[in-house]
């Protein structure tokens, strides 16, 4: 049989656990020559809000290209792969093996690498010799049925809200996808047709919030549900601010009163407790980046969900949410990198207490880079005795200093996209003398460092001639 990997459409981005089921092994083998000696890291995600990803184990390939690994799991769950520009998925069941195709390997250029605006191309992995009843087959099949008629009858649906069109296509895809004793698939097809009747109504029909949500708990690890449930509870602290009957929820949020919002969400709105707490937790991290709401009183939210009686996997998740939101924050810790300088001695920024650190993400083969590190050797000598310089380059290549650029050239193992989010060169960050960020992100060196760098040093300047200007009164 032929083996086909088909490309995702977007929804599958999102989280899916799946239903529970008792701990067992997954093991998955197959052979990819193309990704002969790579190692390839498998994950999954801990909820769709919180979007923090779990790594389940590496993939190896060895010298022929044949890979093994077993995994335990304890329910059905999605599970990814960030490799080469693919987003490769696969449901993985307990107790299941899986001999899998990876889609051709491919090489992308630094260039296409750094590109903040290259996503992913979400792939799923192909199976080899799949049956009919395989829930990656039959999720595989009635994606690829709902986009063709979505595609064919976009205007209709999308455009003119032609509600006769979308009970067509549901009838349509209720004759070709007959039930089965699959509940998961199942649950799938149900939010999947219903993100049809929400392209009607946007969700404020009579029926549908109590047909799809009120009535029932979250599934919190279904994808299809997930992608129903981020369009209806978008922003929905602000939509409800906004709305005329529901002005008081504003003074709620800014005043960081948890316990009046649960109860105004399940007697007002009447969501049951668990999927009240779920549609706080979404609209607590959307109003963060909100202008309506105070980013203070977010955080003071989060943080009372973790002394209230809320269940373990919601307080998990909000500490989660809250650690994403503050993320490379000012005034937070910098996260950790294992650097090495051009010798290969460790370098540590706890050895520069009592200093400032310019941490200067860069690629001294790259022209604008070269500006950049021209300049900042420049501003140094303004600042010798005041301010460590740490250049972190991409590893591979051997590089020399030939130019005499200024600060500590050094390389690091970490991932730097996931632990600063750099995406493009140059970047820049400024620890503070107490060891958390400064400035976040930094100006680079010819976008306005150096007159950034002296408004701070005059700052401490002024300070520190006060504390003496009192010591002398004294």
């Known amino acids: 049989m032929k083996i086909r990997y088909l490309t995702l459409f977007y929804l599958l981005s999102f989280l899916f656990q799946g239903f529970t089921a008792l701990s067992a092994t997954v093991k998955i083998t197959g052979k990819a020559s193309g990704y002969a000696h790579n190692s390839i890291q498998l994950n999954w995600l801990h909820d769709f809000i919180s979007e923090e990803k779990i790594k389940l184990g590496n ?4 010298a022929g290209g044949a890979f093994s690994l077993e995994i335990d799991l304890a329910e059905t769950s999605l599970c990814f792969a960030d490799f080469d520009g693919y987003h490769g998925m696969i449901y993985l069941e307990p107790g299941k093996s899986y001999e899998i195709i990876f889609p051709p390997k491919r090489s992308l250029t630094e260039s296409q690498k750094r590109n903040p605006f290259n996503k992913p191309e979400p792939v799923w992995f192909g199976l080899s010799k799949p049956d009919n009843n395989e829930l990656n087959f039959q999720v595989q099949q009635f994606e690829q049925a709902y986009a063709s008629y979505e595609n064919k009858y976009f205007d209709q649906i999308f455009v003119n809200r032609s509600k006769s069109l979308v009970d067509t296509v549901k009838n349509i895809l209720d004759k070709e996808f007959a039930k089965t004793n699959q509940p998961l698939f199942e649950s799938h097809k149900l939010f999947r047709k219903a993100n049809l009747d929400f392209a009607l109504h946007q969700g404020k029909a009579t029926g549908f919030m109590e047909a799809y949500f009120s009535s029932q708990k979250p599934i919190y690890n279904l994808a ?9 509870f978008l922003n929905y602290f602000s939509v409800l601010t906004n709305s ?7 003074n709620l949020v800014q005043t960081s009163a948890l316990q009046k ?15 009240s707490h779920w549609v706080l937790l979404n609209s607590m991290k959307d109003a963060f980046y909100s202008k309506q709401f105070s980013k203070t009183s977010i955080l003071k939210l989060l943080d009372l969900v973790k002394n209230s009686e809320w269940s373990d996997f919601e307080q998990k998740t909000a500490q989660l949410i809250r650690s994403r939101l503050v993320y490379l924050s000012v005034g937070t810790n910098p996260p950790t990198l294992v650097l090495k300088d051009l010798t ?7 050895d520069f207490r009592d200093n400032y650190i310019y941490l200067h993400f860069t690629d001294p083969k790259n022209t604008i880079c070269q500006q950049h590190l021209n300049e900042l050797k420049t501003i140094a000598s303004h600042y010798k005795d005041k301010l460590v310089i740490i250049n972190v380059v991409p590893n591979g290549g051997a590089f020399t200093n030939s130019s005499n650029w200024a600060g500590i050239f050094a390389t ?17 960050f400024l620890i503070g003398k107490d060891g958390k960020l400064l400035l976040s992100p930094a100006p680079n060196p010819i976008d306005g460092l150096d007159r950034q760098l ?5 700052s401490d300047y002024l300070k520190q001639m006060q504390k003496n200007n009192q010591k002398i009164k004294q």
């Not at 993939?59 to 060895?62: A, C, E, M």
């Not at 002296?454 to 005059?458: A, E, P, T, V």
Request: no cysteine; hydrophobic share 35%.
């Open 59 to 62: 993939i190896r390939f060895d």
């Open 224 to 232: 299809a549900y997930s992608s129903l449930f981020n369009q209806v």
């Open 244 to 250: 005329a009957n529901h002005t008081e929820i504003k």
């Open 261 to 275: 919002l649960d109860e105004y969400f399940q007697k007002q709105l009447h969501f049951n407790r668990e999927l």
């Open 344 to 350: 290969g001695q460790d370098v540590v920024f706890s």
């Open 412 to 428: 690091s193992d970490n991932n730097l996209e996931e632990t600063y989010k750099v995406k493009t060169f140059p970047n820049s």
């Open 454 to 458: 002296g408004q701070l040093f005059k």
